[in-house]
């Protein structure tokens, strides 16, 4: 696509673009395609539907997408029929597992708005896409709480996770329903001026030097791709 053209896009589309971390979270799921290959799959919170489209590209056996935003739902359904895979893909419009109920899958993905914030709105994205509340774990603990009863046997769920949203404080909801956390990999997301003034006053305060890193003007947020799975496996 030319630049002229991705211009072109409708804002409605251009804001569900990919962010670093979709970039991410595709680059450890390529990291073990051997894993996907046939795998049933839900994303929760898919957006443009690029995630599914590259897990279709690395054969797996079936796609959903959820999302609580229509035109989400509209575009990433549009996508993976663009490219080819629309008979094993379905996309569901509503909050987080409901559209899913009863369902279990070989693996679950997911990069849910988690960032630290109670007002305003990421420039350029919707309200929906970024916030998750006064410590940004309002959709993250829901998504937590329920994910072991949407595993197949053997499944894993591979999820983005921010380092100052605590990663322990998830590990642990997590042990306690015998399921297991392990950080496939971690890196640095830059944060715009823009967005750490969105982020709750506490958070800054506590992760400052720890998990948010500063030079001068600039900031970046420690970020994680882990995997939860059934079998405990944990770091
Ligand atoms: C950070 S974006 C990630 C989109 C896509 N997975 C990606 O990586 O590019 C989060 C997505 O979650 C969706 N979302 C927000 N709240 C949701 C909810 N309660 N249930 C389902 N999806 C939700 C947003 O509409 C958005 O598409």
Redesign the pocket.
Same mark, same amino acid.
């Given at each position: 696509m030319t630049n002229a053209a991705h211009l072109a896009l409708p804002a409605a589309i251009r804001s569900?673009q990919? @962010?670093d971390?979709?970039g991410v979270?595709i680059e450890a799921l390529r990291a073990a395609p051997q894993r996907i290959a046939g795998a049933t799959v839900v994303?929760?919170?898919?957006? @443009?539907g690029?995630?599914l489209a590259a897990l279709a590209s690395l054969g797996a056996g079936s796609l959903c997408g959820?999302?609580?935003?229509g035109e989400?739902v509209r575009a990433g359904a549009e996508l993976l029929e663009e490219l080819g895979h629309g008979a094993i893909s379905s996309f569901r419009h509503?909050?987080?597992w409901e559209p899913v109920r009863g369902q279990r899958f070989d693996l679950v993905v997911a990069?849910?708005?988690h960032f630290p914030m109670t007002h305003g709105k990421v420039p350029g994205r919707?309200p929906?896409?970024?916030s998750g509340g006064a410590d940004g774990r309002r959709?993250l603990d829901p998504f937590l709480e329920e994910v072991a009863r949407h595993l197949a046997p053997g499944g894993r769920a591979v999820v983005t996770h921010n380092g100052f949203v605590g990663l322990d404080r998830s590990r642990e909801m997590l042990r306690a329903q015998g399921l297991g956390l392990k950080v496939l990999r971690t890196t640095l997301v830059h944060l715009s001026q823009e967005k750490i003034e969105l982020m709750t006053g506490s958070v800054l305060e506590a992760e400052e030097g720890r998990t948010i890193l500063r030079y001068g003007p600039y900031a970046f947020g420690k970020m994680h791709v882990v995997e939860i799975d059934a079998a405990g496996n944990a770091d």
């Open positions: 569900l990919p @962010s971390y979709t979270l994303e929760i919170g898919s957006g @443009s690029v995630v959820v999302d609580i935003e989400a509503g909050n987080l990069n849910l708005p919707r929906s896409w970024s959709l």
